[in-house]
């Protein structure tokens, strides 16, 4: 049976998996770490796993511009690559399709998990960052310039620092690495999410409080204006999922006329990479 590729990469990993059956299963995988060279050294690897795939699906942080990666300037040498090209140099008429992580791991919960069936979706992703994947159709919606759902832009305030001040406003808030950095500020010392999370009384906790409400009213916000009949929560996030979920719940109830569905991805640490996968098995089948 042929098998297909799928490759992540990730602000600070990349994972490479191949699969034969077209299911969410990884019959082989390698991880690196990000760094120099990071797409040389992925693809030396991925020819390791397989030199042969049927088709190659790739998911990366950032998204896709007129050929080249924006917003990820987090992976050395990665913002400005012309990625499709330098793809299409490495696997000629093999079929390869290119997303963000975020897109890709929504497709996996399309095919294979709690987005199955849907025809009008959202998937949250709380992790290290945050952005959201759009679902119409029962497809993601890329947007006119491959953006749509890059909620972490998002202003909180009327006028704050934005995207052209090199600012996330809404990211820097509430996802992963925002928790971490304003909960060591608090602390005078580094801490991690996990951490911030877990608080239950103490300035941490409040953190936790104003962080939920910001958190929750953008959700809220986003299926005011989509409408869907799913919300699908994945990210590394959900490890609090106990104390996330309740509070979306109560105020996607609250603020939105039909409220959707809300349940938790199926797919957590791997979502990106079967994503990828995911992608490439519907590029063998196009």
């Known amino acids: 049976m042929s098998r297909v590729l799928g490759i992540d ?27 120099p060279d990071t797409l040389v050294r992925a693809l ?9 795939p049927a088709a190659v699906g790739f998911s990366t942080c950032g998204v ?11 992976v050395p040498g990665w ?18 399709a290119i997303d963000n992580d975020v897109n890709a791991a929504a497709a996996a919960e399309l095919r294979w998990g709690a987005l199955r069936g849907v025809s009008t979706g959202v998937y949250l992703n709380l992790g290290t ?23 972490g832009y998002l202003q909180v305030t009327p006028g704050q620092a934005a995207f052209a001040d090199g600012r996330v406003p809404l990211e820097e808030l509430v996802s992963g690495a925002g928790l971490a950095a304003r909960g ?22 409040e953190l936790v409080e104003e962080t939920l409400r910001v958190l929750t009213m953008t959700v809220a916000n986003l ?34 006329p039909f409220p959707p569905e809300i349940r938790p991805g199926r797919f957590t640490d791997d979502a990106p990479l079967l994503g990828a996968l995911a992608l490439a098995h519907a590029a063998a089948r196009a």
């Open 9 to 35: 990469v990730g602000g600070t990993k990349v994972a490479i998996g191949v699969s034969g059956s077209d299911g969410p299963v990884v019959a082989g995988r390698a991880r690196l770490e990000t760094g």
């Open 44 to 52: 030396a690897a991925a020819r390791s796993l397989d030199g042969r």
């Open 64 to 74: 896709i511009r007129d050929g080249v990666v924006r917003l990820a300037p987090n």
């Open 79 to 96: 913002e400005g690559l012309e990625l499709p090209r330098l793809l299409r140099e490495e696997f000629g008429a093999t079929p390869v």
């Open 129 to 151: 960052g945050l952005a959201a994947a759009l679902v119409v159709g029962g497809r993601v919606v890329p947007g006119a310039h491959g953006a749509a759902g890059e909620i």
């Open 184 to 205: 060591g500020a608090l602390l005078g010392r580094a801490t991690t999410a996990e951490e911030v999370l877990a608080a239950r009384t103490g300035p941490l906790a």
């Open 223 to 256: 299926c005011v204006t989509l409408d869907p009949e799913r919300l699908v929560v994945g990210g590394g996030m959900m490890g609090a999922a106990g104390l996330i979920v309740p509070r979306l719940a109560d105020e996607v109830r609250r603020a939105v």
